[in-house]
């Protein structure tokens, strides 16, 4: 047992912790500092269980511990986890490659008669060990490096790869062969392992390339973004290979979500090109990151401000539109004092699509207020004129 757990999972301690739930760690430590118990682990764990409570809120009545900060950092957030096990169809039995802080296992191993976590990182392995107890899952541990256990496992139904993407100086990289473990160059190996594998990778990560480099084997995509901010690729790969690759766009809000599908094919649509109308439509961050630009607006029958703008438009609202709605208002040059006069006293929202990034430094330097009372957006529109759109949302 990890001599953290070992000091905190107490009969004493426990109950302490949970007492000094809300207690700032800082002034834990001067109040209790003469204290017998382990009042340095206490308050680093009360620190971490407080970052946590709104990450992992099903967790926080529960005696799980932390390891670290960069742990509860670097892991899946509840809604998203509870969102992929709800994708990720159960069955006899799970594996966990890459296990992590243990999130995403917890959550999706409860779908399957057998869960197996696998880590090579010993602290991580035994902190995941002692949480599956706190959480009634019964799950194996096994501290391992991924490709060792990989070579020597039975063949499961599912498997889960989350690649480490931080090289051991600490800098992100954004490549699927770069990952740790490279899941291009196993990509037979898994494959021949479980009726289904499914690959987490970096929001950052090039789609097209990635499918490229899956050589045909990925049957779907769920891009993830989760109040309008893009979190996660997910990639379910099978041994058959398809031609017919669908990619689902999902947007998960406080009480619902938006969900978007289409297959790269449709993509070879040519939607119409027009001037702003009554109304612009902006879609979510997982869609604008998953590239359904051209069959969005042909399912949605909208119209394009620009072939590389991607905003749409239309002089007729769209109730079910996945991503925000805004009134147009006034279609504003871009000078300064012409748009300090035709918005007022208004405080606005600033953004850009489709926008030279230098230009838009010189807007920013207008300092025009902040506030949510209407929108302006930096754009090129339909004759390649740069402008300023002046919007409202439609709430």
Not at 264 to 285: C, V, W
Not at 363 to 371: D, F, H, S
Request: charged share 20%; glycine share 4%.
């Amino acid at each position: 047992m990890h001599p953290t757990i070992q000091a905190l999972s107490t009969p004493e301690v426990m109950p302490f912790m949970r007492e000094h739930e809300q207690f700032d760690p800082t002034k834990l430590l001067l109040k209790y500092q003469n204290s017998h118990l382990p009042i340095s682990l206490i308050a680093q764990q009360l620190e971490l269980r407080q970052r946590a409570k709104h990450k992992l809120p099903s967790w926080h009545n529960t005696d799980v511990l932390y390891p670290s900060r960069q742990a509860l950092e670097q892991c899946t957030s509840e809604a998203v986890a509870r969102f992929k096990s709800s994708i990720i169809n159960g069955g006899n039995s799970f594996v966990d490659l890459t296990g992590g802080l243990g999130v995403d296992t917890f959550f999706i191993g409860r779908q399957f008669d057998q869960t197996t976590y696998v880590e090579k990182n010993l602290e991580l392995a035994q902190f995941a060990a002692y949480n599956a107890k706190q959480l009634a899952l019964n799950m194996e541990v096994i501290h391992q490096d991924a490709l060792t256990y990989l070579e020597q496992m039975p063949t499961v139904h599912v498997i889960y790869l989350d690649p480490a993407r931080r090289t051991h100086g600490g800098q992100r990289n954004f490549f699927l062969e770069h990952g740790s473990p490279n899941v291009v160059a196993i990509l037979d190996s898994f494959l021949k392992k479980a009726e289904s594998t499914w690959v987490k990778t970096s929001p950052l990560l090039d789609i097209s390339r990635a499918i490229e480099q899956f050589k045909g084997h990925a049957h779907r995509l769920f891009v993830l973004a989760t109040k309008n901010e893009c979190k996660e690729l997910l990639f379910e790969l099978k041994p058959e290979k398809t031609s017919d690759l669908t990619i689902i766009a999902t947007n998960l809000r406080l009480n619902n979500q938006e969900t978007y599908r289409f297959t790269p094919s449709a993509e070879l649509l040519t939607p119409t090109i027009t001037a702003p109308k009554k109304y612009i439509f902006e879609p979510n961050t997982a869609i604008l990151k998953a590239g359904g630009f051209n069959s969005l607006a042909c399912k949605f029958e909208l119209e394009k401000l620009h072939k590389s703008t991607h905003l749409y438009t239309s002089n007729h609202l769209c109730s079910n539109f996945p991503g925000t709605t805004f009134e147009l208002i006034d279609i504003l040059p871009i000078q300064r004092k012409k748009v300090t006069q035709a918005i007022g006293h208004n405080k606005i929202t600033l953004k850009r699509r489709n926008f030279p990034s230098k230009q838009y430094q010189q807007i920013m330097q207008w300092k025009l207020k902040e506030g949510n009372d209407s929108t302006l957006i930096a754009t090129t529109i339909h004759d390649d004129t740069r402008c300023i759109l002046w919007v409202k949302p439609i709430k």
